[in-house]
């Protein structure tokens, strides 16, 4: 299987080292949807670049677990955030079957998002996640970037758990299931453990000008949410690469080292190497 990429990216010029530890074979493509399709064992994954909606649905052996998942942006210190895609529309750089990777740019801006999604077995499922923001204009850009997660484990609400483990590390249970994500590097600025709706840290982030998360780390319990945020002043021409991972699994995750997420993450790669290669 080929990986499949686009030769109309402006802005961006590399692909993020996921994709290139993969070794896939590279060629271009045109994409007419903005809905996307993760897919390894008995995993699903479910993306719609361009509405807002983002990462709507995580399936593990049957089960939903998510309703939103998505990143944000804030140029500045008094505007409000607002949705990666409403940068521009996304371009597709490439797909696999479980893999894929999205961009959008402008004058002053290129953001790429890559997804390497691995199963193991009917009840836990692995997403990494590269994020690299590159600075394409001419001036220095105080920019934020927001990470919002609204799971639903078990696909009911209102009965979760969620709690930051320090500023890398967040884990949200019910009952015996549990997802945990990691931030491999760099570390966040702020962090926010909230409740979905109304009121919530997504709406203090679209309505509130200059919304910093309150870095409340838990423990919270009901309909919960948590987000991360990155502050970074990029020069001309400068890069940002965050890179995350996070597990759906059962029995619940115990806390992870840094190590043994760096291990997690290196061995996603393998396997979507193995698997593209055969």
Known sequence: MQLKLSTS?????LLPAIL?????????????????????????ALIDADSGAGMYSWVVGGQEHLKKQWFYYRIGDTDYAAPINAISTSTLLGS??????????????????TYVLTSSGQDSADIQETISVQNVSD??????????SDFNLSGTS??????????????????????QEGIISPSSS???AGFAGTGGTLDKLLSIPGYNLNDNGGPLTGDVTWSFQWDHVLQAGESLEILKDKTLISPVIPEPTTAALILLGVAALAVSQRRQSD
Request: aromatic fraction near 10%.
């Open 9 to 13: 990216l402006t802005g961006a010029r």
């Open 158 to 179: 209102g009965d979760d758990t969620v709690v930051f483990l320090g500023s890398d590390s967040v884990k949200q249970t019910e009952l015996s299931f549990g997802i």
């Open 20 to 44: 290139v530890a993969t070794s896939l074979v590279l060629t271009a493509e045109t994409h007419a949807t903005s809905n996307y399709t993760l897919t390894d064992g008995a995993s699903t």
């Open 190 to 192: 702020h962090l926010e």
């Open 96 to 113: 696999a079957a479980n893999i894929l990777a999205l961009n959008y740019a402008n004058a002053q801006v290129s953001l790429t998002v």
């Open 139 to 148: 001036s220095p850009l105080n920019f934020h970037f927001f990470q919002y």
